[in-house]
Nanobody, 115 residues
Framework: QVQLVESGGGLVQPGGSLRLSCAAS????????LAWYRQAPGKRRELVAV???????KYADSVRDRFTISRDNAKNMAYLQMSSLKPEDTAVYYC?????????WGQGTQVTVSS
């Protein structure tokens, strides 16, 4: 059974930083495409960052140069380092892993950027 568990969310002031973590079990991260999505209240879930198997990355324009996605295959962990946070980054952040065209999701972690 595949399980993804996010952690690291919380309340942070504008301009601050947070690192989200995603712990996976039951799936081989090494051959999975990893991604972080977010969903703000009243909005559709949107792609934030993708980390492909060959380590290429892709970011939403709104977070490029502020967020960094990474993975530790040995620990089956994925990360999203977020800096220069803005109020509009407030959302529930979800980790996903795709393997053999099946996408697995975590339960999400709340990030609130507010003074």
């Amino acid at each position: 059974q595949v399980q993804l568990v996010e952690s690291g969310g919380g309340l942070v002031q504008p301009g601050g930083s947070l690192r989200l973590s995603c712990a996976a079990s039951g799936i081989n991260f090494r051959i999975s495409t990893l991604a972080w999505y977010r969903q703000a209240p009243g909005k559709r879930r949107e792609l934030v960052a993708v980390l492909f198997i060959g380590e290429a990355t892709k970011y939403a324009d709104s977070v490029r140069d502020r967020f960094t996605i990474s993975r530790d295959n040995a620990k089956n962990m994925a990360y999203l380092q977020m800096s220069s946070l803005k109020p509009e980054d407030t959302a529930v952040y979800y980790c996903s892993a795709e393997l053999n065209r099946i996408v697995y999701w975590g339960q999400g972690t709340q990030v609130t950027v507010s003074s």
